[in-house]
DNA sequence: GCATTTATTTGCGTATGCATTAATACATCC
DNA sequence: GGATGTATTAATGCATACGCAAATAAATGC
């Protein structure tokens, strides 16, 4: 890959992705409060760029201005996650039916179907991280053929808010193997151009990951990841 | 009502409440672009307010930030409404269920039923604006009642995205009488407990409502609002 | 004349400093 | 001893300044 030899990325760009990752990795942990001044710190820069982009960060769920007592990582709790999965669940059916009724060809169909054959190899090497990046894949590049950008917009919106807790109980269930069986059937009414079926079977499989999850969160008692 | 003498309400703030004023009052044309400098002196302060409020804006998906040819009022086009009407169907659907589910006593759809009552009035004395302000009270209150905070939120972007092209339509068609007549079955519904019916009502509702709007958008030939 | 290069302007990104105000500690009074 | 008022601290909100890069204008070469 031929690269530029040097991207010269803003500050305030860094600091929205740099602190995406820390918020993801879990540096910067659920819960925790972090002064301005702290986060410039910790990112070598001044509080301006750092304030622009906690400001986004604000805008998409992450974190809560608290003026005073710093900003805090949000947690999620059951409740948000049960809430975030019936929102998934709406627009990305949408997006599965809309994606049936646009009739693509098996060329177009590409990414879907190498996240599924991704996350097979995954789940045969039981290598749950890759699972999870595949996983991601193939909602991002459902959403995508949906068509409706809005759609796209918010369900990584979702994605991301849970993109911690998600990690956290992946390793507390069952290797997900009838999750990859309903991504194929929704390939398959995709490409067969069943858009009701296409419909009904994404609702089901997204349904069944929020009672999946919210059940494990309840079993183990986690109210906030 | 007793008033606090005056709230010192922050810059910042001040910024943002007044930006969107001024966008949906088309005081901020869409399609208009606007420096950071020029929107400062118009709200006579310095520009680090401002470019914090426009990016919570930009978040909003009310404006978008272009360096160095300022900031620019987001025109709606046909497939923005149709977009968007695609993702309030989905969410207000479910949101109708779930209030439906929720079991509420006339006393808790009180407010719903006063948005409705409103509306009729307003149909009455052929009061659009008054109308229109009703309509966002009904659908406001069906979120809330749906129970879930991010479709709450989701939702209130929305309608603020539509906000200005809903209002120049507004005046272009038939009086909504219809439209109220399927806010009240979808009222029914919550009320009666049937939350398959709330869904559904509430569903072809805002087809319907799409299925007007984009339709008169191509009539009259508009393509940004 | 047209294109290409150079100079100039101008808007933005970022750092910095200050004033404001909330939170905390302290002191005083009942 | 508890409560209320005051002082101190410290974080934020905002204004300002400056350097850089992009856009525009000017100039030079062909």
Do not use: C
């Not at 309903?182 to 009672?211: C, E, M, N, P, Y």
């Amino acid at each position: 890959m031929s690269k530029a030899p040097d991207k010269p990325v803003s500050s305030s760009q860094r600091a929205l992705h740099e602190l995406r990752e820390k918020i993801f990795a879990g540096d910067l942990p659920a819960g925790s409060d972090h002064l301005e001044s702290e986060l410039a710190g910790l990112l070598n820069m001044s509080r301006t760029p750092v304030r622009e982009a906690v400001l986004t960060l604000e805008g998409q769920g992450l974190l809560e201005l608290r003026p005073r007592k710093g900003v805090r990582i949000l947690p999620v709790s059951p409740e948000d996650m049960a809430e975030i999965y019936d929102v998934l669940t709406e627009l990305e059916s949408l997006a599965a039916q809309r994606a049936a009724e646009a009739g693509y060809d098996a060329d177009a169909l590409r990414l879907l179907t190498e996240a599924i054959d991704d996350m097979d190899v995954a789940i045969a090497e039981q290598d749950l991280e890759a699972w999870a990046a595949a996983d991601d894949r193939f909602h991002a590049e459902l959403v995508h053929l949906g068509g409706n950008s809005r759609i796209a917009g918010i369900v990584g919106m979702m994605i991301d808010q849970v993109r911690r807790a998600r990690k956290t109980t992946l390793f507390m269930r069952p290797l997900p193997t009838q999750s990859n069986e309903d991504h194929r059937q929704v390939l398959q009414a995709i490409a067969s151009g069943d858009a009701t079926l296409a419909r009904a079977v994404h609702r089901r499989h997204r349904q069944h990951a929020k009672s999946i999850i919210v059940s494990l969160l309840a079993k183990h008692r986690l109210r906030y990841l």
